[in-house]
């Protein structure tokens, strides 16, 4: 069972690059989202999506972009690197939102320097 | 505004000694309540959730959870901790007008042998 895949594991950027964080489910969950992960400050939520087609922004949106265009992937795109975007990023997908179990990819550690 | 509170953002206990962790809520409405743990490098886990009816709730790996709504608290516990428990412990509420969970800061379990 693959669940949630997210690519690449580790990244290493130079600020002002850009790139991909890719999410995929083979759940056929609806709802899907995308967390970073920092020291001292638990689970903030970026992006998020309730379905294809739909997206919206979470606590923390700037400096990242999300499209959903199918039920499966749910790409976060960094246009331009930053050095406070050094993180973990966590992808997340379930069946209906916060009243089910979110499931977790493995995360993705990305350090812009 | 949802919010969630995890006191301790450091405990240590020894192998065989019981645990408790806690959390506490700010929801309006009745809470959908739930604790992911995170091994390191890892991914997080459910490990238990609470929408509704009885309230101690049983999850995996021995732990347990009371959600007390006079107290705005979901405290998780283990009777009995062992090795393989130290890892990072999330609360979580979810049930907002879009389905998002928000998450604690975090609280890290070590074990003393």
Known sequence: NAGVTQTPKFQVLKTGQSM???????MNHEYMSW??????MGLRLIHYSVGA????????PNGYNVSRSTTEDFPLRLLSAAPSQTSVYFCAS???????????????????? | A????QPDIHITVSEGASLELRCNYSYGATPYLFWYVQS????LQLLLKYFSGDTLVQGIKGFEAEFKRSQSSFNLRKPSVHWSDAAEYFCAVGGGSQGNLIFGKGTKLSVKP
């Not at chain 1, 379930?94 to 812009?112: C, D, I, K, P, W």
């Not at chain 2, 390191?40 to 991914?43: K, V």
């Open chain 1, 20 to 26: 991909t964080l890719q999410c995929a489910q083979d």
């Open chain 1, 35 to 40: 967390y970073r992960q920092d020291p001292g």
């Open chain 1, 53 to 60: 087609g739909i997206t919206d922004q979470g606590e923390v």
């Open chain 1, 94 to 113: 379930s069946y209906a939102g916060s009243n089910t179990e979110a499931f977790f990819g493995q995360g993705t550690r990305l350090t812009v320097v």
């Open chain 2, 2 to 5: 949802q919010s969630v509170t």
């Open chain 2, 40 to 43: 390191p490098g890892q991914g």
